[in-house]
């Protein structure tokens, strides 16, 4: 069944180019009204003139995604609703953690999370009204894993995946269902951090489909998930939790003791996968606590002397309990609070004991006040446990701008700011700890906290990409998810549960974490609740590869939406951007060869064969030979003359590069092959990138499809053509050959479905829209060859006569060629090409080109005028622009 979205608006946040133009392209082509939202006004309106030329629906909207009321507003004046939003706007400010500015900070929250909210926050009641909606949110895997310079935008996109999950539990009861994806796809944002070579794989049209299939009111329920994916794989991801360790909760319960069992402790054996706060059973681990034996000891205890530790929002609650335990360990501690007097009050606790402590009264934003009473007091620090935080709780329907902005500048730039604060001391002094704080709300998303679980998981995000820059300096990084009765849990938990999971039993961990005892662990994260204590890392399913040599379709992910979501085998857990993205990577080369179940051993075998990378370097002057062979003229300068300001090959140029290394393959590896009895049966061309009039080509062929014919075989080979020097992707070549009497080796005898390359392209039932009428030369054959097919069978009549025929004949290329000029001269460039040569032409011969424009396609057929014959079937190419159909050159 074909998902339609007749009916549907779709918003598209940043939808100017990349994964936005994709998604926008896919729902205008599937019957939706497209908003396609982007600061670049210019680019927007190209995608919008895209979608309309292929008879959709689109308009443009400008606005800022921070002003979500204006994006949301412009789908209800152009369509009169919204059913569907996709928050993809994004922006990168890339720099190393001590070099980062506050600015760049900033701006990466602000695109990122904040137009995320404001956007779903103006959707949202239309939502509810209309008990429908879908909402997008792009994570990325610098969020889930963190990523060396990338702490502002690691921080964001972790933070849309408990976004999202809070979305999907408030918004349940309404059928709004919300998915964050973490997505790697081709962008002009992602080239600024991507080698061409790996971005060549990254198509966002594989992305895509997924969105599409998941947003669709019959598409599969992906409320709450995370998914990975790129390069035509696609993957569940979800938190897997060790079974941890219950420490008796009395004065045995010290950081030694979290040192003596910390192996046991993060041990995954018996793992657990919880999907909410409740999964847990937290109240029966802290009952089975109070039973244990005193807690045994390390053999050498964790002491702070010497260390000086700052810890914000120390007032009271959980930062007061660190306190006291870091002074009553022989720490210096900086005790901060926005209240004086609660500051105070720790410092004068500590005093009173004989410790070391001085106040630092100010917001957890201002990093380096605190760090300078630090300095000033104690002459250093080495310790940072950021934990200052406020809730604002309400249910996103109330939620108010102000309730986000604020719940997200105290705990996430608080904790960026002192972070940024003692970096440059760690690093110089080549030693630091930090722990943060994050929730259980963080990781696993809360009724009426959206902006506290996004801030949380932000963190999250934060800490591990402070963890992988630290490592060199000997600073670790780890991240706390504690449940603790405080005067913030006060206002939403029982009292028997605030005066049962005391804040005195979670500081034991955030002692041995922040500890010069803990040299290994660091980028994990934690969850601490009543004397128990475990480790949380991804878990991510086996997921699929889909072949990336064909199109991917909604209805594809679809079909295989039971192995993207199955977790019970093939599973992996991946603890870095390199360790999640290798699956993805191991699909580059997945062009339907993906084991076959009806290709015998020998096709098995060969589709394993990679060609060397095969040279070709070309020069202008090969441009006009080449655009000469296919019957281009001097009166046609664009084509025949480098001077010419719009000098260009035409675009069936991309045949030649791939030539030498396709027709190189070796096919002997067929039962009684005979090269004299092979026979050109398809070919399509793909152009991925613009065409350079002179270059350095790199080309590598692999078999990609064999059929068993009886008395022949089919042998399909792909050939991927790209920059030599950049990587990039300039062509995809796919020759489909037949060679008789090398049937009957028990092979498939149908061919699987490639998309454009494998289209039947059936005739319309109407006249052409436009005929071409073409006299070929009597020389064609011996200029074209000129190019590099120098078969004699297009020369030699003695050679000729071996094959069968009366006289040379013309290259299959070559008057495929002339048919695709005929195109470009009548409808515009294109994108791809694909024919069927149905029979010989001979040099001499009128070429007669028959179009009929469907879409963004034109269907042809090319016959010989003098003898009525097709000699091009099944063909079609997918034009660049549809909707401007160019004037005859």
Same mark, same amino acid.
């Given at each position: 069944?074909?998902?339609?979205?007749?009916?549907?608006?779709?918003?598209?946040?940043?939808?100017?180019?990349?994964?936005?133009?994709?998604?926008?392209?896919?729902?205008?082509?599937?019957?939706?009204?497209?908003?396609?939202?982007?600061?670049?006004?210019?680019?927007?309106?190209?995608?919008?003139?895209?979608?309309?030329?292929?008879?959709?629906?689109?308009?443009?909207?400008?606005?800022?995604?921070?002003?979500?009321?204006?994006?949301?507003?412009?789908?209800?004046?152009? /369509? +009169?609703? =919204?059913?569907?939003?996709?928050?993809? !706007? %994004?922006?990168?400010?890339?720099? *190393?953690?001590? $070099?980062? #500015?506050?600015?760049?900070?900033?701006?990466?929250?602000?695109?990122?999370?904040?137009?995320?909210?404001?956007?779903?926050?103006?959707?949202?009641?239309?939502?509810?009204?209309?008990? /429908? +909606?879908? =909402?997008?949110?792009?994570?990325?895997? !610098? %969020?889930?894993?963190?990523?060396? *310079?990338?702490? $502002?935008? #690691?921080?964001?996109?972790?933070?849309?995946?408990?976004?999202?999950?809070?979305?999907?539990?408030?918004?349940?009861?309404?059928?709004?269902?919300?998915?964050?994806?973490?997505?790697?796809?081709?962008?002009?944002?992602?080239?600024?951090?991507?080698?061409?070579?790996?971005?060549?794989?990254?198509?966002?049209?594989?992305?895509?489909?997924?969105?599409?299939?998941?947003?669709?009111?019959?598409?599969?329920?992906?409320?709450?998930?995370?998914?990975?994916?790129?390069?035509?794989?696609?993957?569940?991801?979800?938190?897997?939790?060790?079974?941890?360790?219950?420490?008796?909760?009395?004065?045995?319960?010290?950081?030694?003791?979290?040192?003596?069992?910390?192996?046991?402790?993060?041990?995954?054996?018996?793992?657990?996968?919880?999907?909410?706060?409740?999964?847990?059973?937290?109240?029966?681990?802290?009952?089975?606590?109070?039973?244990?034996?005193?807690?045994?000891?390390?053999?050498?205890?964790?002491?702070?002397?010497?260390?000086?530790?700052?810890?914000?929002?120390?007032?009271?609650?959980?930062?007061?309990?660190?306190?006291?335990?870091?002074?009553?360990?022989?720490?210096?501690?900086?005790?901060?609070?926005?209240?004086?007097?609660?500051?105070?009050?720790?410092?004068?606790?500590?005093?009173?004991?004989?410790?070391?402590?001085?106040?630092?009264?100010?917001?957890?934003?201002?990093?380096?006040?605190?760090?300078?009473?630090?300095?000033?007091?104690?002459?250093?620090?080495?310790?940072?446990?950021?934990?200052?935080?406020?809730?604002?709780?309400?249910?996103?329907?109330?939620?108010?701008?102000?309730?986000?902005?604020?719940?997200?500048?105290?705990?996430?730039?608080?904790?960026?700011?002192?972070?940024?604060?003692?970096?440059?001391?760690?690093?110089?002094?080549?030693?630091?700890?930090?722990?943060?704080?994050?929730?259980?709300?963080?990781?696993?998303?809360?009724?009426?906290?959206?902006?506290?679980?996004?801030?949380?998981?932000?963190?999250?995000?934060?800490?591990?990409?402070?963890?992988?820059?630290?490592?060199?300096?000997?600073?670790?990084?780890?991240?706390?998810?504690?449940?603790?009765?405080?005067?913030?849990?006060?206002?939403?938990?029982?009292?028997?549960?605030?005066?049962?999971?005391?804040?005195?039993?979670?500081?034991?961990?955030?002692?041995?974490?922040?500890?010069?005892?803990?040299?290994?662990?660091?980028?994990?994260?934690?969850?601490?609740?009543?004397?128990?204590?475990?480790?949380?890392?991804?878990?991510?399913?086996?997921?699929?590869?889909?072949?990336?040599?064909?199109?991917?379709?909604?209805?594809?992910?679809?079909?295989?939406?039971?192995?993207?979501?199955?977790?019970?085998?093939?599973?992996?857990?991946?603890?870095?951007?390199?360790?999640?993205?290798?699956?993805?990577?191991?699909?580059?080369?997945?062009?339907?060869?993906?084991?076959?179940?009806?290709?015998?051993?020998?096709?098995?075998?060969?589709?394993?064969?990679?060609?060397?990378?095969?040279?070709?370097?070309?020069?202008?002057?090969?441009?006009?030979?080449?655009?000469?062979?296919?019957?281009?003229?001097?009166?046609?300068?664009?084509?025949?003359?480098?001077?010419?300001?719009?000098?260009?090959?035409?675009?069936?140029?991309?045949?030649?590069?791939?030539?030498?290394?396709?027709?190189?393959?070796?096919?002997?590896?067929?039962?009684?092959?005979?090269?004299?009895?092979?026979?050109?049966?398809?070919?399509?061309?793909?152009?991925?990138?613009?065409?350079?009039?002179?270059?350095?080509?790199?080309?590598?062929?692999?078999?990609?499809?064999?059929?068993?014919?009886?008395?022949?075989?089919?042998?399909?080979?792909?050939?991927?053509?790209?920059?030599?020097?950049?990587?990039?992707?300039?062509?995809?070549?796919?020759?489909?050959?037949?060679?008789?009497?090398?049937?009957?080796?028990?092979?498939?005898?149908?061919?699987?479905?490639?998309?454009?390359?494998?289209?039947?392209?059936?005739?319309?039932?109407?006249?052409?829209?436009?005929?071409?009428?073409?006299?070929?030369?009597?020389?064609?054959?011996?200029?074209?060859?000129?190019?590099?097919?120098?078969?004699?069978?297009?020369?030699?009549?003695?050679?000729?006569?071996?094959?069968?025929?009366?006289?040379?004949?013309?290259?299959?290329?070559?008057?495929?060629?002339?048919?695709?000029?005929?195109?470009?001269?009548?409808?515009?460039?294109?994108?791809?090409?694909?024919?069927?040569?149905?029979?010989?032409?001979?040099?001499?011969?009128?070429?007669?080109?028959?179009?009929?424009?469907?879409?963004?396609?034109?269907?042809?057929?090319?016959?010989?005028?003098?003898?009525?014959?097709?000699?091009?079937?099944?063909?079609?190419?997918?034009?660049?622009?549809?909707?401007?159909?160019?004037?005859?050159?």
């Amino acid at each position: 069944m074909s998902l339609s979205f007749q009916g549907h608006t779709v918003v598209v946040t940043g939808a100017g180019g990349g994964l936005g133009r994709a998604y926008s392209l896919l729902y205008g082509s599937r019957g939706a009204n497209v908003v396609v939202n982007d600061f670049n006004l210019e680019a927007a309106q190209k995608v919008v003139d895209e979608i309309k030329a292929g008879g959709g629906k689109a308009v443009v909207n400008n606005s800022s995604v921070t002003d979500g009321a204006s994006v949301i507003k412009s789908a209800l004046e152009a /369509f +009169g609703g =919204i059913t569907i939003l996709i928050n993809n !706007a %994004g922006i990168l400010r890339d720099k *190393g953690f001590k $070099n980062m #500015s506050d600015k760049e900070w900033d701006q990466v929250q602000e695109v990122h999370l904040k137009g995320a909210f404001s956007c779903t926050k103006a959707a949202w009641p239309i939502f509810r009204k209309q008990k /429908f +909606g879908r =909402i997008i949110n792009t994570a990325s895997a !610098a %969020g889930l894993f963190g990523n060396f *310079g990338q702490a $502002n935008y #690691s921080a964001a996109k972790m933070g849309l995946t408990a976004f999202t999950r809070t979305l999907a539990l408030e918004g349940a009861k309404y059928n709004i269902r919300s998915t964050a994806i973490a997505p790697i796809a081709a962008s002009a944002m992602t080239a600024t951090v991507m080698p061409p070579e790996m971005l060549a794989h990254f198509q966002p049209e594989f992305v895509a489909p997924l969105v599409v299939a998941v947003t669709h009111p019959d598409g599969p329920d992906a409320n709450g998930k995370i998914f990975v994916l790129g390069a035509g794989y696609v993957a569940e991801i979800r938190w897997e939790r060790s079974k941890g360790v219950v420490f008796k909760t009395d004065e045995s319960f010290t950081p030694s003791a979290v040192k003596q069992r910390w192996n046991e402790l993060t041990n995954f054996t018996d793992a657990d996968h919880p999907k909410g706060m409740a999964d847990g059973n937290i109240i029966e681990k802290l009952k089975l606590s109070k039973a244990l034996p005193t807690n045994a000891q390390a053999s050498s205890a964790v002491r702070f002397d010497g260390k000086t530790a700052i810890i914000t929002g120390a007032g009271a609650g959980l930062g007061r309990i660190y306190s006291l335990m870091f002074a009553r360990l022989g720490a210096n501690v900086i005790v901060n609070d926005v209240s004086e007097k609660g500051a105070q009050s720790v410092v004068d606790e500590i005093t009173k004991a004989g410790g070391k402590a001085a106040a630092a009264v100010c917001s957890a934003e201002d990093g380096d006040a605190i760090v300078k009473a630090a300095l000033d007091n104690f002459g250093g620090v080495h310790i940072l446990i950021a934990n200052a935080g406020i809730l604002r709780d309400k249910s996103f329907t109330a939620m108010t701008e102000a309730e986000w902005d604020a719940v997200i500048a105290v705990h996430l730039r608080g904790t960026y700011k002192c972070a940024k604060a003692v970096w440059p001391i760690f690093q110089k002094q080549k030693y630091g700890r930090i722990v943060t704080t994050a929730s259980g709300v963080g990781i696993y998303g809360n009724f009426g906290q959206a902006n506290y679980s996004t801030a949380k998981s932000a963190i999250i995000g934060l800490t591990k990409t402070l963890a992988i820059e630290g490592k060199k300096y000997n600073i670790i990084a780890n991240v706390l998810a504690p449940s603790a009765g405080t005067a913030m849990t006060q206002t939403i938990w029982p009292q028997e549960m605030v005066d049962a999971f005391k804040p005195d039993y979670v500081a034991p961990v955030v002692g041995y974490l922040a500890s010069s005892d803990n040299e290994e662990t660091s980028g994990g994260l934690f969850e601490v609740s009543g004397g128990w204590a475990a480790q949380t890392r991804w878990q991510q399913s086996k997921g699929h590869g889909f072949t990336v040599s064909k199109p991917l379709t909604p209805e594809d992910v679809v079909s295989k939406w039971a192995a993207i979501t199955h977790f019970a085998e093939g599973t992996t857990n991946p603890a870095s951007t390199q360790e999640g993205m290798q699956p993805l990577v191991d699909n580059f080369n997945n062009q339907a060869s993906e084991e076959d179940p009806e290709d015998p051993q020998i096709v098995r075998d060969a589709k394993k064969q990679v060609s060397d990378p095969v040279e070709y370097s070309y020069t202008e002057r090969d441009v006009i030979l080449y655009n000469l062979g296919i019957g281009a003229t001097e009166k046609e300068l664009q084509w025949t003359y480098e001077g010419h300001d719009q000098f260009s090959a035409l675009p069936t140029f991309g045949v030649i590069p791939q030539f030498p290394a396709s027709s190189g393959l070796s096919l002997d590896w067929l039962p009684d092959f005979n090269p004299a009895k092979l026979l050109h049966g398809e070919q399509y061309l793909s152009i991925k990138a613009p065409i350079p009039t002179s270059g350095e080509l790199v080309n590598e062929a692999r078999v990609l499809e064999v059929l068993d014919k009886g008395k022949a075989a089919a042998v399909t080979t792909i050939t991927e053509t790209k920059d030599k020097h950049t990587g990039k992707v300039i062509f995809e070549n796919q020759s489909t050959v037949v060679i008789r009497g090398s049937g009957g080796f028990g092979g498939k005898r149908t061919g699987s479905d490639r998309g454009a390359a494998s289209a039947a392209n059936a005739i319309p039932k109407r006249q052409p829209d436009a005929v071409v009428e073409e006299k070929t030369t009597e020389s064609q054959a011996a200029l074209y060859r000129l190019s590099g097919d120098l078969n004699p069978l297009h020369i030699l009549p003695e050679f000729a006569a071996v094959g069968g025929f009366d006289k040379p004949v013309l290259h299959g290329l070559c008057f495929m060629g002339i048919a695709g000029k005929h195109v470009v001269k009548t409808f515009g460039q294109f994108k791809d090409i694909k024919v069927r040569f149905a029979s010989v032409v001979y040099p001499g011969e009128t070429l007669v080109t028959e179009m009929w424009k469907e879409g963004d396609k034109v269907i042809f057929q090319t016959k010989v005028k003098e003898r009525g014959t097709t000699v091009l079937a099944a063909a079609a190419a997918t034009l660049v622009d549809s909707g401007k159909v160019k004037a005859k050159l």
